[in-house]
């Protein structure tokens, strides 16, 4: 039942995704002036985004289910202050890239580099402001990937970038970008 209504919610939401994209290509209004959260959201989470050397955040509960399903081997300490856990090929299989950080001084949360093209949902939008002309928006939005596994029935939170160095506590930065062909959409990430 569960895997049927994951089913039905993703159909239900590509196609208000899709139907939200067109109203605002049908629209003929000055893209710029109309631009909502609920066309930033729409052009966020449609489709798939590919992510190269991305970073997304785990939770203890995430780490311990990947050791038992061995997407990754139990945890080495490196160092005081540097623990990791070798990925394998089941993790790579999911698109992850690099070996769990677990403890790093330079971050307080557990995280993992990912690879490869993903749905993103947005969780919340932070700011829009305007780009370098009147068809390019930056939008700050709070964002996670989806990965089909059960040690992940979350979304994964993605980490953005404060002052060159990836933070789970910035919102990720988009930059959009009005097509007449098909409305607004996200152009890239900004780092």
């Not at 000055?30 to 966020?44: K, L, N, Q, Y």
């Amino acid at each position: 039942m569960r895997c049927e209504n994951s089913s039905y919610m993703e159909t239900f939401r590509a196609a208000l995704v899709a139907a939200l994209c067109l109203a605002v290509v049908l629209s003929g209004c000055r893209p710029s002036s109309d631009f909502s959260e609920d066309i930033a959201r729409g052009s966020i989470e449609y489709g798939k985004m590919n992510l190269e050397g991305e970073q997304v955040t785990l939770t203890d509960p995430q780490i311990q289910c990947g050791v038992q399903t061995e997407l990754w081997d139990s945890p080495t300490t490196l160092s005081a202050d540097h623990t990791t856990a070798h990925l394998t090929s089941k993790a790579r299989d999911l698109k992850f890239n690099d070996d769990v950080i677990i403890h790093d001084p330079s971050s307080r949360v557990a995280y993992v580099q990912v690879r490869g093209e993903f749905p993103l949902q947005a969780d919340s939008i932070v700011s829009i402001k305007d780009g370098e002309d009147k068809n390019s928006k930056l939008v700050e939005a709070k964002v996670s990937i989806k990965i089909d596994n059960p040690c992940f029935p979350n979304s994964l939170p993605l980490m953005g970038v404060r002052h060159g160095n990836f933070s789970a506590d910035s919102p990720v930065v988009f930059h959009m970008h009005f097509d007449e062909s098909v409305g607004w959409r996200v152009d890239k990430l900004v780092h």
